[in-house]
């Protein structure tokens, strides 16, 4: 069973800095996406970049860009100029799609928060 | 375009009554997800649907748990009897299909006392 690791359980960061998020995966799938959802207080689940496994490039959304690292198994999330509004827990999600359940399996988060 | 619908927003009740949450997925999505969020197991898939048929409950935790999808827009987890360790926050997500992102809802916090 695939399994997601965040090792970092809280963290904090000033605003306008740089802070980047772990997290580990375990598998032996060669194909499979991965994603980071950030929660903010209102526990609304919200989509922040996805990385496919087959692409080498890693995936950047404005100030949010990951670091995957295929055969370390590790995908990292780097937060660029930071702002209060990102301020929320973070969770990393493995998805293996073919012939198996579409589930996400879920690290259990790193709880963020950008100080003024 | 609305997101993930989902109703009600907040359940308190009582132990041994039903609760049913109601979820409408995204128009055009083929794929409905239930997971529950708790303190002690993180956010789990209880089960999902593909063409509203369900494809891998393994995670619904017992008999008292069911769910079903009656057509492409709808769907609800029932709770019958409810115990005091079923309180949660309980999400229903929808996607396009096999490997597409997934959206939640906004979830359902239910409270059993």
């Not at chain 1, 359980?9 to 802070?19: D, H, I």
């Not at chain 1, 995957?68 to 930071?82: E, G």
């Not at chain 2, 008292?64 to 997500?93: G, H, W």
Request: aromatic share 10%; glycine share 6%.
């Amino acid at each position: 069973a695939q399994t997601v690791t965040q090792s970092q359980p809280e963290m904090s960061v000033q605003e306008a800095e740089t802070v980047t998020l772990s997290c580990t995966y375990d598998t032996s799938e060669n194909n499979y996406y991965l994603f980071w959802y950030k929660q903010p207080p209102s526990r609304q689940m919200i989509l922040v970049i996805r990385q496919e496994a087959y692409k080498q490039q890693n995936a950047t959304e404005n100030r949010f860009s990951v670091n995957f690292q295929k055969a370390a198994k590790s995908f990292s999330l780097k937060i660029s100029d930071s702002q209060l509004g990102d301020t929320a827990m973070y969770f990393c999600a493995f998805m293996k799609p073919q012939g198996g359940s579409e589930k996400l399996v879920f690290g259990k988060g790193t709880k963020l928060t950008v100080n003024p | 375009d609305a997101g993930v619908i989902q109703s009600p927003r907040h359940e308190v009740t009582e132990m041994g009554q039903e609760v049913t949450l109601r979820c409408k997925p995204i128009s055009g999505h083929n794929s409905l997800f239930w997971y529950r969020q708790t303190m002690m197991r993180g956010l789990e898939l209880l089960i999902y649907f593909n063409n509203n048929v369900p494809i891998d409950d393994s995670g619904m935790p017992e008999d008292r748990f069911s769910a079903k999808m009656p057509n492409a827009s709808f769907s609800t987890l029932k709770i019958q009897p409810s115990e005091p360790r079923d309180s949660a926050v309980y999400f229903c997500a929808s996607s396009v299909g096999q490997g597409e992102t997934q959206y939640f809802g906004p979830g359902t916090r239910l409270l059993v006392l």
